[in-house]
């Protein structure tokens, strides 16, 4: 038997680039394939259309809403992600099994709203039945969308919550019956209809569907042509083109395997052209791709729950991510550049790249929907709200030019594509609901808190470095989402105890789970990446995972200093802004080994010890941390400036 999923990451799909509408439309697909193609259509069209009637015209009732969401996805799952036995009988049977019993909860589940929210503390028999059928597809569908990790850590946790008493030390409790976990699971809205698949049925899935549609529109292309005419010509210009491409690419998608393989596939072979190595070349443009998660206005899944578990607005948290987001992007781009300087990279002739005036001539109108999102959430408008009209906006702006005119077949492909897009994340909302819901039913969470504490002496140095590794060993089994909201549980409410800033404890959990993109053994954003470049998976992680280390100060820059996150005055942001910014400098300078010329040890040291201090926020280690900086680039200029002298002494004496 094989197997059917890979553990580390979100599976893809079994589908391409071409949706099954467009596919309905090509002759030449087999017969055969056309029920099922029409099938995955409908459905996912349906979900799509679903959720832009409710984002527009308001949601229902949050069981209900999510309720039906779940219905969606569940319907999905066999058809997108078949079972891949030896036997293809075999697998027909699972799958149309899977499907009927998805349709029996779907059923049930309709029927019986609104009374099964009264019987939430005494479910009755069918309620019982159906919720331990719909908890198994849950499992399931996660076990085939994500892998056997998440699948098996939220079955632990569904069968911990039942055998508790047999638990050892600190996990022991009383143990609950199987009605009570039903009732905690399925007919409340405290286990898989909780709070993360309310944020993905309310806000994830309209930008999901956005950045469909934004796609489908050209927006992709045009995203790249201008970071090409802007950089392309620059120092090492293909892997800055990489960085802004993917930053602009970011803002769209939130998501960091599709964001390399749509810009990888343009910037590895031309900055393999240009000098870099294979390896470099994928790392450059994972570590500028794992940003998507990180950069407003459309940050990943997580994001939304991160406002949903602040009780905060959407466009709150993208503005309190807003400058951490940058500095990744900087640091990313300060690694490119000294990388660039140091092995004497050039950029690509001006004659072979798109013209900037002619590239913003042409595509404009696409960058309108983005505006009009940023504008709509900071008039305060809801994220369903301004994520619906920028969707109409998409079709309405891309019908001006013939050249971005969607079609009917376009925006059916769009409604679809975003339909699918959605599945894997929202199947694995669904599965984070029953890992928090057992945590909230048997009291974990308090007991981990006071676990982390005991094992750190309450030291919040170490207890952030602990919660790191976590995020980071965690994010490496499973998607960003799932490790976000395990850490966000059971860690979070330690570092918040700690005195720790409740947003940045958040961002930090979530930094650092977004990191396992690139962190090898499992770096799936890498290993993407490594696939184009034609080259070493874990060489490219690795080189990822170095092109990323000016990144990895970051967090602890705004756990240290909450100003970083708006939390504070503008003169106080602006002070965090420059020091954070002359701390990535010296990091990243140190690592590369190159500021103006080729750097000794002992530079390299002063620029790592300039970092560290301006880590920690306060007058004394910023004042330490500038001048140590200050002073390598004295040693720097002046260096550089003899060797420039004598090399030109050398030319003119021969």
């Not at 059917?4 to 087999?30: A, G, I, R, W």
């Not at 050039?346 to 798109?354: D, Y």
């Not at 909450?562 to 002070?575: A, D, F, K, N, V």
Request: net charge positive.
């Amino acid at each position: 038997m094989k197997n059917q999923t890979s553990d580390h990451n979100v599976s893809k799909p079994e589908t391409d680039s071409e949706s099954s509408v467009e596919k309905l439309f090509n002759k030449n697909v087999h017969k055969s394939k056309l029920i099922k193609l029409a099938i995955i259509a409908v459905i996912a069209i349906s979900m799509s259309i679903f959720h832009m009637y409710t984002s527009g015209f308001g949601v229902f009732e949050a069981w209900k809403q999510r309720s039906l969401t779940l219905s969606f996805i569940l319907l999905l799952i066999p058809l997108l992600f078949p079972s891949k036995f030896e036997k293809r009988l075999l697998n027909i049977i699972i799958d149309l099994a899977f499907f009927i019993l998805a349709a029996l909860v779907v059923v049930y589940s309709l029927q019986v709203y609104p009374d099964i929210l009264f019987r939430e503390t005494d479910p009755n028999q069918t309620d019982v039945i159906v919720g331990v059928i719909a908890v198994l597809l849950v499992l399931e569908g996660t076990r085939r969308a994500v892998g056997y990790f998440l699948s098996a850590l939220i079955l632990f946790f569904v069968l911990y919550a039942y055998f508790g008493n047999y638990m050892p030390g600190m996990l022991v409790h009383p143990g609950f019956s199987v009605e009570r976990i039903v009732a905690t699971f399925y007919n409340s809205t405290s286990g898989m209809f909780g709070i993360v698949l309310g944020a993905m049925s309310n806000y994830i899935i309209i930008f999901i569907i956005f950045g469909a549609f934004l796609l489908k529109s050209k927006a992709g292309q045009l995203f790249i042509d201008l970071a090409y005419s802007l950089t392309g010509s620059r120092s090492g210009g293909p892997a800055k083109v990489s960085v802004f491409a993917s930053g602009l690419m970011a803002m769209t998608q939130g998501a960091a395997v599709s964001n390399v393989a749509t810009t990888g596939t343009l910037t590895i072979p031309l900055m393999k052209r240009v000098g870099y190595k294979p390896h470099f070349a994928g790392g450059v443009e994972s570590a500028a791709s794992v940003g998507g998660q990180l950069m407003p206005p459309i940050m990943g899944a997580s994001a939304f729950i991160i406002a949903s578990n602040l009780k905060i607005p959407y466009i709150h948290l993208a503005l309190f991510a807003l400058i951490p987001a940058i500095l990744h992007y900087l640091a990313v781009y300060f690694m490119v550049h000294f990388q660039a300087k140091k092995n004497n990279l050039k950029g690509l002739p001006k004659n072979e790249l798109p013209n900037f005036k002619n590239v913003l001539k042409e595509g404009w109108l696409l960058f309108l929907p983005i505006i009009m999102i940023i504008v709509l959430l900071v008039m305060g408008y809801s994220p369903q709200f301004a994520g619906f009209y920028s969707i109409l906006g998409i079709v309405a702006l891309s019908a001006i030019r013939k050249s971005t005119r969607m079609s009917l077949k376009d925006i059916l492909a769009a409604l679809e594509i975003g339909g699918k897009n959605a599945v894997s994340i929202g199947i694995i909302c669904a599965a984070a609901g029953l890992l928090i819901g057992s945590v909230n039913l048997t009291g974990l969470g308090l007991k981990f808190s006071s676990l982390v504490l005991s094992i750190t002496g309450e030291s919040v140095l170490i207890s952030l470095i602990l919660i790191m590794l976590a995020s980071i060993l965690l994010g490496m089994g499973m998607p960003t989402v799932s490790a976000y909201v395990i850490l966000a549980v059971l860690g979070v409410p330690a570092l918040v105890s700690l005195g720790i800033n409740e947003v940045a404890a958040h961002l930090f959990v979530l930094y650092f789970a977004i990191m396992s993109n690139v962190t090898p053994p499992v770096a799936v954003a890498a290993y993407t990446a490594a696939a184009i470049a034609n080259t070493q998976p874990n060489k490219t992680g690795f080189s990822a995972l170095k092109i990323c280390l000016g990144t990895f100060i970051i967090p602890y820059m705004f756990v240290f200093g909450p100003t970083l996150l708006l939390q504070g005055s503008i003169g106080e942001t602006t002070i965090a802004v420059i020091t954070a910014v002359s701390g990535i400098l010296a990091l990243t300078t140190s690592l590369i080994g190159w500021m103006f010329t080729d750097m000794k040890l002992f530079e390299r040291i002063l620029g790592f010890a300039s970092a560290l201090f301006l880590m920690y926020s306060g007058l004394i280690t910023d004042g330490v941390g500038i001048m140590l900086l200050f002073l390598l680039l004295v040693i720097q200029y002046t260096r550089n400036k003899r060797a420039v002298y004598g090399h030109l002494q050398d030319s003119l004496g021969s």
